[in-house]
């Protein structure tokens, strides 16, 4: 540990001195190549998502595409690019995920309030692979989902960001209902930018840095190599409170937890890590790269490699009671008599003991230690040092008597190339091809330290790498795109093309005392490790597809341009889908344009959303409880479709969910600004997800048959397992699983909303201007909760209200000589967190404030703060609870003001 500290901070001191040379680099003898900020009319940006067409600019697009350059992307304190997206795009959400199981090392983000699975990312125009990660906490909103880990992409390595507001799966297939992202690459053949950026909150945690560079490189006489490095850290934050089981021990006289008490609000002596996860050794590479074969062909590469850990906090594991209660399966024992330790109905609640040769065999052990004393948590010193003095007989207060909070987290790998030829066949018929080949993978090994196997007893080790997963993507490509003159305004652009796309989900098995079923198992001792379980086996799951598509496009007259579209994909395991699209834009005149869009979509589920299991810890109600979710194939999902099923309402399936999409907007020139207002309706039927979480212990005594009325899980299992029922084996990991859930075809939203967009650029005290206004309401509503595998009511008001209905940004950067200014106001209208007790979290201002000064042709320093005036969200009011002092739903985060400095060399 001191080891990695001192790494840490050597590396931030390198940063800064970095930083602090470079003016000194400024006088190398290196040519210069001035790069300089100007405020570009992205309207007139000839784009490449939404259209095959060469010439069409996002002005004259048929659905509204915003363009974002590389520049005006990094001028962000942010070193992630998920972040930057959130200040550039009002409808694009991503928060921090401080206990959040997997989800804090990939971060789940939604496009117009839907899923994260709902978007489709494009790097240079190819389809992206997914992460490994399927969300499981979510937030409700993602929960389940399987995205793309969009933080792997340095933004350095960027050129520029189109981002399409309209339905596309017609064009590229799964996913693309509420949006696509295409990440355009830089393809400089020459030139070197280096940049080095410090930060830090204004509580003095959260400590961030980054280091990157770019260069370019001719390749021949006719190609290029463009490669982007990154380094990365940032510190994690606390923003938690003392829970108040901890408070309530110590002021009940359970001195062993005095340990864990909470000074202050920031210190390392907190009794739980609640607020930014740690990042550490987050490095990126990417290249891209063409070369020129001939004035007919083009050979292009282009890929990455990165790698990260990260580690956040879990719940702290209570001994003995209070408000939150006892950790079960670890502490918490059955009701027995204060005097003599034995089981009791009629008695006070005891701390867990085992027997450690088994129940009936050997010496005998009392079944819990009594609980008693002020405020009945102070275990019975007598029955305590006999159990200490017993070896056949074991509790955790004996080695663990303060409680503990694990820490979890995982190493990400992700890596990808995608290399095929583009040009045209020379035939003098304008043909032109694009055809590649694409593999991508991201891999996550999990590690969960200072925890246990309960089931092991004394025996359990404290740290375990409960495995790991892996999503990995293969595609082939052949786009085709042949203009035909047919008597229209322009030539007939059709575009035709083949796709095949296969996937693949591994789970890796964890180390045994991960998942192992200790001798203490069936005494009421949890098994696997306690937080995040190991897998048990080694599996694997593959699915593929197959699709076809036509996308036709003309202007045709000079005012209308039409674009219709269709696509058919065929799916290994969930049969075949047809979805089309009809687009149109009118130029009224010179100044004015109307147009509309109607599409259908899809989404198909993963191989990992079909064959996962996972348990994890789920705050409910106030208690923490274990949480499972089963593939409906497995022999453990079936039982639990044969319970569903019993209720009357069919059986459980999975397959793609079905997406309508409408838009109709304008677009405006007026007294030198440009504006775009347009409204989109989005109906979603048939959604994939995580339905109502059902009860474990209640599908166990189905399974049993007729009066079959077990007290326990763990004791269900066993006699389940010794009557022949089940095999205990396909139960592992489950003993203390309270509730489960599966993925499946469930309910029905409709999403509705306006995006309003403006650039307004102008002269200004002897300098150049421009105000930038992005504007989005949206609002999404459940229209059925599903019959067969119904979500929760808390799922729905996750849905409808857990992200602000209203976003804006409103941006002036101005430009005097050697002077950059960007004042930035960031508007998050009301939401709720019911999930948490929060409701009615009021609207927020966030100002952001930057200042550049061009020292030279090639160095240029830059001063910024984001949430300039400190804001935070409405506290949580039942912190205490659980220790979280704000909601960690908030849209814009909970770590209050940042500062930074950066230093850029360009030559």
Same mark, same amino acid.
């Given at each position: 540990?001191?080891?990695?500290s001192?790494?840490?901070?050597?590396? &931030? &001191?390198?940063?800064?001195?970095?930083?602090?040379?470079?003016?000194?680099?400024?006088?190398?003898p290196?040519?210069?190549?001035?790069?300089?900020?100007?405020?570009?009319?992205?309207?007139? &940006?000839?784009?490449?998502?939404g259209?095959?067409?060469?010439?069409?600019?996002a002005?004259?697009?048929?659905?509204?595409?915003?363009?974002?350059?590389?520049?005006?992307?990094?001028q962000?304190?942010?070193?992630?690019?998920?972040?930057?997206?959130?200040?550039?795009?009002?409808?694009?959400?991503i928060?921090?995920?401080?206990i +959040?199981?997997? %989800?804090?090392?990939?971060?789940?983000?939604?496009l117009?309030?839907?899923?994260?699975?709902?978007? =489709?990312?494009?790097?240079?125009?190819?389809?992206?692979?997914?992460?490994?990660?399927?969300?499981f906490?979510?937030?409700?909103?993602?929960?389940?989902?399987?995205?793309?880990?969009?933080?792997? $992409?340095?933004?350095?390595a960027?050129?520029?960001?189109?981002?399409?507001?309209?339905?596309?799966?017609?064009?590229? *297939?799964?996913?693309?209902i509420?949006?696509?992202?295409?990440f355009?690459?830089?393809?400089d053949?020459?030139?070197?930018?280096?940049?080095?950026?410090?930060?830090?909150?204004?509580?003095g945690?959260?400590?961030?840095?980054? $280091?990157?560079?770019? %260069?370019?490189?001719?390749?021949?006489?006719?190609?290029f190599v463009?490669?982007?490095?990154?380094?990365?850290?940032?510190?994690g934050?606390?923003?938690?409170?003392?829970?108040?089981?901890?408070?309530?021990?110590?002021?009940?006289?359970? #001195?062993?937890?005095?340990?864990?008490?909470?000074i202050?609000?920031?210190?390392?002596?907190?009794?739980q890590?609640?607020?930014?996860?740690?990042?550490?050794?987050? $490095?990126?590479?990417?290249?891209?790269?063409?070369?020129?074969?001939?004035?007919h062909?083009?050979?292009?590469?282009?890929?990455?490699?990165?790698?990260?850990?990260?580690?956040?906090?879990?719940? !702290?594991?209570?001994v003995?009671?209070?408000?939150?209660?006892q950790?079960?399966g670890?502490?918490?024992?059955?009701?027995?008599?204060?005097?003599?330790?034995?089981?009791?109905?009629?008695?006070?609640?005891?701390?867990l003991?085992?027997?450690?040769?088994?129940?009936?065999?050997?010496?005998?052990?009392?079944?819990?230690?009594?609980?008693?004393?002020?405020?009945?948590?102070?275990?019975?010193?007598?029955?305590?040092?006999?159990?200490?003095a017993?070896?056949?007989?074991?509790?955790f207060?004996?080695?663990?008597?303060?409680?503990?909070?694990?820490?979890?987290?995982?190493?990400?790998?992700?890596m990808?190339?995608?290399?095929?030829?583009r040009?045209?066949?020379?035939?003098?018929?304008?043909?032109t091809?694009?055809?590649?080949?694409?593999?991508?993978?991201n891999?996550?090994?999990?590690?969960?330290?200072?925890? $246990?196997?309960?089931? =092991?007893?004394?025996?359990?080790?404290?740290?375990?790498?409960?495995?790991?997963?892996?999503?990995?993507?293969?595609?082939?490509?052949a786009?085709?795109?042949?203009?035909?003159?047919?008597?229209?305004?322009?030539?007939?652009s059709?575009?035709?093309?083949?796709?095949?796309?296969?996937e693949?989900?591994?789970?890796?098995?964890?180390d045994?005392?991960?998942?192992?079923?200790g001798?203490?198992?069936?005494?009421?001792?949890?098994s696997?490790?306690?937080?995040? *379980?190991?897998?048990?086996?080694?599996?694997?799951a593959?699915?593929?597809?197959?699709?076809f598509?036509?996308?036709?496009e003309?202007d045709?007259t000079?005012?209308l341009?039409?674009?219709?579209?269709?696509?058919?994909?065929?799916f290994?395991?969930?049969?075949?889908?047809?979805?089309? &699209?009809? %687009?149109?834009?009118?130029?009224?005149?010179?100044?004015?344009?109307?147009?509309?869009?109607?599409?259908?979509?899809f989404?198909?589920? #993963?191989?990992?959303?079909?064959?996962?299991?996972?348990?994890?810890?789920?705050?409910?109600?106030?208690?923490?409880?274990?949480?499972?979710?089963?593939? =409906?194939?497995?022999v453990?999902?079936?039982?639990?479709?044969?319970?569903?099923?019993?209720a009357?309402?069919?059986?459980?399936?999975?397959g793609?969910?079905?997406?309508?999409?409408?838009?109709?907007?304008v677009?405006?020139?007026?007294?030198?600004? #440009?504006?775009?207002i347009?409204?989109?309706?989005?109906?979603?039927?048939?959604?994939?997800?995580?339905?109502?979480?059902?009860?474990?212990?209640?599908?166990?005594n189905?399974?049993g048959?007729?009066g079959?009325?077990f007290?326990?899980v763990s004791?269900?299992?066993?006699?389940?397992?010794? /009557?022949?029922v089940?095999?205990r084996?396909d139960?592992?990991?489950?003993?203390?699983?309270?509730?489960?859930?599966?993925?499946?075809?469930?309910?029905? #939203?409709?999403?509705t909303?306006?995006?309003?967009?403006?650039?307004y650029?102008?002269?200004?005290?002897?300098?150049? /201007?421009?105000?930038?206004?992005?504007a989005?309401?949206?609002?999404?509503?459940v229209?059925?909760?599903?019959?067969?595998?119904?979500?929760?009511?808390?799922?729905?008001?996750?849905?409808?209200?857990? =992200?602000?209905n209203t976003?804006?940004?409103?941006?002036?950067s101005?430009?005097?000589?050697?002077?950059?200014?960007?004042?930035? %106001?960031?508007?998050?209208?009301?939401?709720?967190?019911?999930?948490?007790?929060?409701?009615?979290?009021?609207?927020?201002?966030?100002?952001d404030?930057?200042?550049?000064?061009?020292?030279?042709?090639?160095?240029?320093?830059?001063?910024?703060?984001?949430?300039?005036?400190?804001?935070?969200?409405?506290e949580?009011?039942?912190a205490?609870?659980?220790?979280?002092? !704000? +909601?960690e739903?908030s849209?814009?985060?909970?770590?209050?003001?940042?500062?930074?400095v950066?230093?850029r060399?360009?030559?």
């Amino acid at each position: 540990m001191k080891t990695q500290s001192y790494n840490r901070h050597t590396f &931030k &001191k390198t940063a800064i001195a970095i930083a602090c040379a470079l003016p000194l680099a400024a006088t190398l003898p290196f040519q210069t190549i001035a790069q300089e900020v100007v405020a570009d009319d992205t309207a007139e &940006k000839i784009i490449v998502t939404g259209t095959r067409m060469t010439n069409r600019s996002a002005a004259d697009s048929t659905v509204p595409i915003d363009v974002i350059s590389g520049e005006e992307f990094r001028q962000n304190s942010s070193a992630d690019v998920q972040d930057m997206l959130r200040t550039q795009v009002p409808s694009f959400d991503i928060n921090s995920q401080p206990i +959040s199981d997997a %989800a804090t090392i990939v971060r789940p983000a939604n496009l117009r309030g839907l899923s994260p699975d709902n978007v =489709l990312v494009l790097v240079n125009g190819k389809r992206r692979h997914r992460g490994s990660i399927i969300s499981f906490l979510g937030g409700g909103i993602s929960d389940g989902a399987q995205g793309v880990d969009i933080s792997a $992409i340095p933004s350095m390595a960027l050129s520029r960001v189109e981002v399409l507001r309209d339905g596309a799966s017609s064009q590229y *297939g799964s996913d693309a209902i509420a949006g696509v992202i295409n990440f355009i690459l830089r393809d400089d053949a020459e030139g070197f930018e280096f940049q080095a950026r410090y930060g830090s909150t204004y509580e003095g945690d959260g400590d961030n840095f980054v $280091i990157s560079a770019n %260069a370019g490189f001719a390749l021949g006489e006719s190609g290029f190599v463009n490669v982007t490095a990154e380094v990365r850290e940032v510190d994690g934050t606390i923003r938690s409170v003392v829970r108040d089981d901890v408070a309530f021990q110590i002021a009940n006289g359970y #001195t062993p937890v005095s340990d864990f008490q909470l000074i202050n609000s920031y210190t390392s002596e907190v009794p739980q890590y609640w607020g930014q996860p740690d990042v550490e050794d987050d $490095i990126k590479l990417f290249i891209n790269s063409g070369f020129e074969i001939n004035e007919h062909a083009e050979a292009y590469l282009f890929g990455n490699y990165g790698e990260r850990q990260v580690t956040g906090g879990f719940f !702290y594991r209570n001994v003995v009671g209070g408000p939150s209660g006892q950790r079960g399966g670890v502490y918490r024992g059955p009701l027995v008599d204060p005097a003599t330790g034995l089981a009791d109905e009629n008695g006070v609640p005891s701390v867990l003991v085992g027997d450690l040769d088994g129940l009936g065999q050997g010496g005998s052990c009392i079944a819990g230690i009594p609980l008693g004393g002020s405020g009945g948590v102070i275990p019975d010193a007598g029955l305590f040092a006999q159990v200490s003095a017993d070896a056949n007989c074991f509790s955790f207060l004996e080695t663990i008597p303060a409680g503990f909070v694990p820490r979890f987290g995982g190493t990400n790998e992700d890596m990808s190339f995608t290399a095929g030829i583009r040009g045209d066949l020379n035939v003098g018929s304008g043909l032109t091809y694009d055809v590649s080949a694409q593999r991508g993978s991201n891999r996550t090994d999990f590690f969960i330290n200072n925890t $246990i196997n309960a089931s =092991l007893g004394p025996n359990t080790p404290r740290n375990f790498v409960p495995g790991g997963q892996e999503q990995t993507e293969t595609l082939f490509n052949a786009n085709f795109v042949y203009p035909v003159e047919v008597g229209l305004y322009s030539e007939l652009s059709i575009a035709f093309g083949a796709e095949y796309r296969e996937e693949e989900f591994n789970l890796y098995a964890g180390d045994a005392a991960s998942f192992a079923l200790g001798p203490l198992a069936s005494q009421g001792f949890a098994s696997s490790s306690n937080g995040f *379980g190991g897998f048990p086996n080694d599996t694997s799951a593959t699915q593929d597809s197959t699709a076809f598509y036509v996308d036709l496009e003309a202007d045709v007259t000079e005012h209308l341009t039409m674009q219709v579209a269709v696509r058919t994909e065929n799916f290994s395991e969930f049969g075949s889908t047809t979805d089309f &699209k009809i %687009a149109g834009i009118y130029h009224v005149s010179d100044e004015v344009r109307l147009r509309a869009a109607y599409s259908t979509g899809f989404h198909a589920p #993963t191989a990992g959303q079909a064959n996962i299991t996972n348990v994890t810890t789920q705050n409910v109600n106030g208690v923490l409880i274990d949480q499972g979710t089963l593939p =409906l194939s497995s022999v453990a999902g079936q039982l639990a479709a044969d319970f569903v099923e019993s209720a009357g309402n069919g059986r459980p399936q999975l397959g793609p969910e079905e997406a309508v999409n409408f838009s109709f907007g304008v677009g405006f020139d007026i007294a030198g600004s #440009t504006w775009t207002i347009d409204y989109y309706n989005i109906e979603l039927t048939d959604r994939v997800a995580l339905g109502a979480n059902v009860d474990f212990l209640s599908a166990l005594n189905f399974a049993g048959g007729a009066g079959s009325n077990f007290g326990s899980v763990s004791e269900a299992l066993t006699s389940l397992d010794a /009557s022949g029922v089940i095999n205990r084996q396909d139960f592992i990991g489950l003993d203390d699983l309270s509730q489960f859930r599966f993925f499946s075809n469930s309910f029905d #939203t409709t999403t509705t909303g306006i995006d309003i967009v403006g650039n307004y650029s102008f002269d200004f005290m002897g300098g150049e /201007s421009r105000l930038t206004v992005a504007a989005n309401y949206n609002k999404t509503e459940v229209d059925s909760v599903g019959t067969v595998n119904p979500i929760s009511d808390g799922r729905v008001n996750a849905i409808e209200d857990l =992200l602000p209905n209203t976003r804006a940004n409103v941006s002036w950067s101005h430009t005097d000589g050697a002077i950059r200014t960007l004042l930035r %106001a960031n508007y998050y209208g009301e939401w709720d967190d019911t999930g948490n007790g929060v409701n009615g979290i009021g609207a927020t201002v966030l100002i952001d404030a930057q200042v550049a000064y061009q020292y030279s042709d090639n160095l240029e320093f830059v001063v910024g703060v984001d949430n300039l005036l400190d804001a935070y969200p409405d506290e949580n009011p039942g912190a205490g609870s659980l220790g979280q002092l !704000y +909601s960690e739903a908030s849209p814009f985060g909970f770590n209050g003001g940042t500062w930074y400095v950066q230093a850029r060399l360009v030559y």
